[in-house]
């Protein structure tokens, strides 16, 4: 989504919902937005900073969040691979979305379509001398891949707080 209302509706219907959960009470949670969006990143950082108990994540110092490299990318890939055969990954079953174009299920839906669509795309270089790029995709024309990135950088993210628990003591 590129609205910047929506995006701040989602935020906060997340966080609240979370925060309302008696389970998560005495929870503490982190908030880790892509920082290679040029500025968002700053923009979504400024929308946490009045929920309580809500922490930003920084990878680096210089920034918010986290890269998207095209080795995490292919990490994201491997581990979310061995989520869904070993049945590692599970969706809540009150889902929610704040697009009131979009439903739930549209997401999910859309979550499946971009999965299928994954897969190693080949840029050629552009003379004798360059190298060809090859990159792991869920584009295709003018198809996006956001979903699925998305769902991959929490496993990814999640797995290396819980190898390295002391990540959190900068966020």
Request: glycine letters at 4%; aromatic letters at 8%.
């Amino acid at each position: 989504m590129r609205n910047e209302r929506e995006e701040y509706q989602l935020i906060h219907c997340h966080y609240n919902k979370l925060a309302n959960n008696p389970i998560l009470k005495q929870s503490r949670f982190i908030f880790i937005p892509e920082n290679n969006l040029g500025m968002e990143h700053h923009h979504l950082d400024a929308m946490v900073q009045d929920i309580d108990k809500v922490e930003t994540f920084w990878e680096t110092s210089k920034k918010p969040g986290i890269s998207k490299t095209e080795k995490s990318t292919r990490e994201y890939q491997f581990l979310l691979s061995n989520c869904l055969a070993q049945s590692g990954l599970r969706f809540d079953r009150d889902l929610f979305t704040v697009t009131r174009e979009r439903s739930p299920m549209f997401m999910l839906d859309m979550l499946q379509d971009q999965m299928s669509r994954f897969h190693w795309a080949v840029k050629k270089g552009g003379d004798e001398h360059s190298k060809d790029r090859v990159k792991l995709t869920g584009k295709i024309g003018n198809q996006q891949d956001d979903l699925l990135i998305a769902v991959s950088m929490v496993i990814y993210v999640g797995r290396m707080i819980i190898r390295d628990p002391a990540r959190l003591e900068n966020a």
